[in-house]
């Protein structure tokens, strides 16, 4: 559970008091160690990726809950018996899932597994991002401090260095992939870009954002919603790295979304088994 080794995993130090909080839209409660949103505007609904036991385990308890905007559960088990789902983002149709050591895809329109890769080597898939104007789908590893891409159906290692501090949560966003680093043997987890042709990483405008980093969202071209599962906190930040306010939401805040028109943000709450929506003001989201 993530409550013992979820959060043994990932213990780092906790973080410095938070400030102010946005203001709670809503929450919903009953679901089992949820890690990830994801929002499909084409459908307004946004889907929950589940663990449901160890972050870790090949136990096939995980599954992905679909919920309405206002916070009503419209569907627990959308898509069940996977082993610990995190990350998640869509392509063509298509539902990219980071499962432990392999990527899924799920039909957005049925619900159905269409097809599976095996990710040699990977220890814990965390997050994954689908570039739609390349259609590339990128998939970290905060285990190994490997970025994969998958593109046409082949799999590929983008980038893989201890610079990546444990990489987690992605982005695609004013030409390169930005990544919030867990933590690793380079040090406490940060920001970092890569550079979407060579691979090229470099750390974010010297950033002064640090800790576990895990969830990761763009504020249009401007700054990051950023969480810290262990410290609790939601951090937005610009584009910079410098933290410009910090909020305390409680431990195993997760891998976030912010919907940007709606002035909305999605913290899965995996410690307390919950979704908690967060009005913040609304500005477009970052994209690719």
């Known amino acids: 559970m993530f409550r013992s080794s979820a959060m043994a995993m990932l213990l780092v130090l906790l973080g410095p008091a938070a400030q102010a909080a946005p203001v709670e839209a809503w929450r919903l ?49 959308w898509v069940s018996g996977l082993d610990a789902p995190k990350g998640m983002s869509a392509l063509g149709g298509q539902l990219y899932v980071a499962d432990i050591d392999r990527i899924v895809a799920v039909d957005l329109a049925t619900g159905e597994v269409t097809r599976r890769w095996p990710v040699p080597g990977a220890r814990s898939l965390t997050d994954v991002y689908a570039a739609q104007r390349s259609g590339r789908v990128f998939v970290s590893d905060a285990l190994t401090d490997t970025v994969w891409v998958l593109k046409d159906g082949k799999l590929d290692v983008f980038a893989r260095d201890a610079e990546l501090r444990g990489p987690a949560g992605l982005r695609v966003n004013a030409g390169r992939l930005v990544v919030a680093g867990t933590g690793g043997a380079a040090g406490a987890g940060r920001l970092t870009a890569v550079n979407l042709e060579d691979s090229r990483i470099w750390e974010l405008g010297g950033s002064a954002v640090s800790g576990h980093l895990l969830g990761l969202d763009a504020i249009g071209d401007d700054g990051w919603y950023v969480t810290d599962p262990v410290a609790g906190l939601l951090d937005k930040v610009d584009e910079a790295g410098v933290v410009l306010e910090q909020t305390a939401v409680g431990k195993g805040a997760g891998d976030l979304a912010f919907l940007g028109e709606l002035g909305l943000l999605l913290v899965p709450m995996t410690a307390d088994d919950r979704l908690l929506a967060l009005k913040v003001p609304p500005l477009p989201g970052g994209g690719d």
Not at 47 to 71: H, T
Request: charged share 25%; glycine share 12%; net charge negative.
């Open 29 to 77: 409660d009953g679901l089992a160690e949820p890690w990830s949103a994801w929002f499909d505007a084409s459908r307004n609904v946004v889907f929950v990726s589940n663990v449901a036991g160890d972050p870790l385990a090949k136990d096939g308890n995980g599954f992905i809950a679909r919920v309405g905007l206002k916070g009503r559960l419209i569907e627990r088990d």
